[in-house]
């Protein structure tokens, strides 16, 4: 069975960072384009930073851009979403997804390209 799990959100006061976790089982990350979104109340998914399986191509939330960057460990199967400089406004579920390496590269973060989705990592970002 093909899962992932998001892990490491928290409350975190503005200014500070956190490193979000996303991984794997029954599955290669490393041959998936992967997706970091987020979704707060009232508010429509959003794409905050998606990545070709190949790498070759990044697309960043203009938002996040300079404060939100990607790793991954193939080894433990497990991709990261470094965020610092944190903002209210980042505060919402985080959700990692996987989705196939055919991927155009302008539909990179589109919720709908991605087949297999996390449960969701609670990120609050207040004083």
């Known amino acids: 069975q093909l899962q992932l799990v998001e892990s490491g959100g928290r409350l975190v006061q503005p200014g500070g960072s956190l490193r979000l976790s996303c991984a794997a089982s029954?599955?290669?990350?490393?041959?998936?384009?992967i997706g970091w979104f987020r979704q707060a109340p009232g508010k429509e998914r959003e794409g905050v930073l998606c990545?070709?399986?190949?790498?070759?191509?990044?697309t960043y939330a203009d938002s996040v851009k300079g404060r939100f960057t990607f790793s991954r460990d193939n080894v433990k199967d497990t991709v990261y979403l470094q965020m610092n400089s944190l903002k209210p406004e980042d505060t919402a579920v985080y959700y990692c997804?996987?989705?196939?390496?055919?991927?155009?590269?302008?539909?990179?973060?589109?919720?709908?390209?991605?087949?297999?989705w996390g449960q969701g990592t609670q990120v609050t970002v207040s004083s």
């Open positions: 997804a996987a989705g196939p390496d055919h991927i155009l590269h302008f539909r990179l973060c589109a919720p709908g390209e991605y087949d297999y």
């Open positions: 029954g599955f290669g990350l490393e041959y998936h384009a």
């Open positions: 990545i070709s399986n190949s790498g070759d191509t990044t």
